[in-house]
């Protein structure tokens, strides 16, 4: 029996209604009309249907009152599915920026990102939406738990936006929640969670819906070497048991080890690692 009453009345306990977007998704997404009017759109998507993610000539500046800060100045970068690719730089150098752009959470000022051959700037937002919420776990460098939520609700919280069964989503979260070792943490708030156990809740949310692409900043920033050590071998055998492509961006060298492919940035541009090893 299920005791989080605030899954089923779409309020959260504190008496917050749920985010409107998170019930209103429709079963069927509006017909994407403007491919009609794009045939070279169209033409695109058809060209690397393989790629899990493909991005070209990425450009993104920030405007600081009247100075403009350039973080990515032309970053291309193609990701096979299933690959495990580690991104690294020094602090400042973009990461963060470049993930973001990847599971489109915030969009270029130039250049493309195409998921599965289809162009990511060009989707509706509700599509976009449900792209990220389908296909991408993101791990943030800040965690961005919902504080009025306890561990197992925030982490079953996208489970419950993919319309996910409230006893289906609730065993995944508690099951998640064990792997990442917080077993006896799943009704603490936010607050009530030490910086690496918040960490940790955040992983599992990333994990919920079984994401194909996983975008992880810094997920062992905050963790100390064993628990960081059985948080990447779980991610590992995430992408060995379900081709899931994982992107992690660390400063950790242990983790860029285990990584077959490491992609550096400097200066706004990808300086090593812009092609696929081979598989
Ligand atoms: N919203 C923003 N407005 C203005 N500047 C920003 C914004 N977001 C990031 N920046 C700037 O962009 C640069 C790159 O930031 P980013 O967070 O991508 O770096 P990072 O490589 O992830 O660094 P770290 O290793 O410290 O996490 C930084 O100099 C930062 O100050
Ligand atoms: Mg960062």
Redesign the pocket.
Known sequence: MVSTPWLKRGTYRSGVSWPRWGWSLPSTLPARHHDRKRPALLHQRLRSPDSQLEARDLHKS?N?GRRT?E?LRGVSVQIERGEFLALR?A???????LLHLLGGLDTPNQGEIFSGGTNLSKLPNLALSRWRNQKVGFIF?AYHLLPELDALENVCLPARMARIEVDTAVARGRELLKRVGLADRMDHKPFELSGGEQQRVAIARALINSPELLLAD?PTGNLDSHTGEGIIELLCSLRTEHQTTLVI?T?DAKVATRAPRVLELADGVVCSGANASPA
């Open positions: 920030y600081i800060l973080v730089g602090s400042g150098a973009g990461k963060s920026t460098q810094e961006a400063h």
